[in-house]
Nanobody, 121 residues
Framework: QVQLVESGGGLVQAGGSLRLSCTAS????????MGWSRQAPGKQRELVAG???????NYAESAKGRFTISRDNAKNTVYMQMNSLKPEDTAVYYC???????????????WGQGTQVTVSS
């Protein structure tokens, strides 16, 4: 079994910052790409940022210049530093990880339970 646990969400004023963390645990051989997505009320889930196992990153246009994704492979953890937050960033943020396991299914994509980020104006 594999679990992803997120933390770091909360309430912040516009212009403020938050740092999200997501740690994977369980029957893990290796973690391939990791990422963050978000879902605002009444909207579809959207990809915000992704990072490969070698550290190559990519961002949605809405996140470029404000958000930074990083990872600590030794800790099976992905982070997202969010600066200059805007009210439109308000959403539930989910991490996901493409994980190779010690048991069947050998490889699968897993999601965390989500953490709420609320940005007040």
């Amino acid at each position: 079994q594999v679990q992803l646990v997120e933390s770091g969400g909360g309430l912040v004023q516009a212009g403020g910052s938050l740092r999200l963390s997501c740690t994977a645990s369980g029957s893990i051989v290796s973690i391939n790409a990791m990422g963050w997505s978000r879902q605002a009320p009444g909207k579809q889930r959207e990809l915000v940022a992704g990072i490969t196992s070698t550290g190559i990153t990519n961002y949605a246009e809405s996140a470029k210049g404000r958000f930074t994704i990083s990872r600590d492979n030794a800790k099976n953890t992905v982070y997202m530093q969010m600066n200059s937050l805007k009210p439109e960033d308000t959403a539930v943020y989910y991490c996901n990880a493409d994980i190779t396991r010690t048991e069947w299914p050998w490889r699968n994509n897993y999601w965390g339970q989500g953490t709420q980020v609320t940005v007040s104006s």
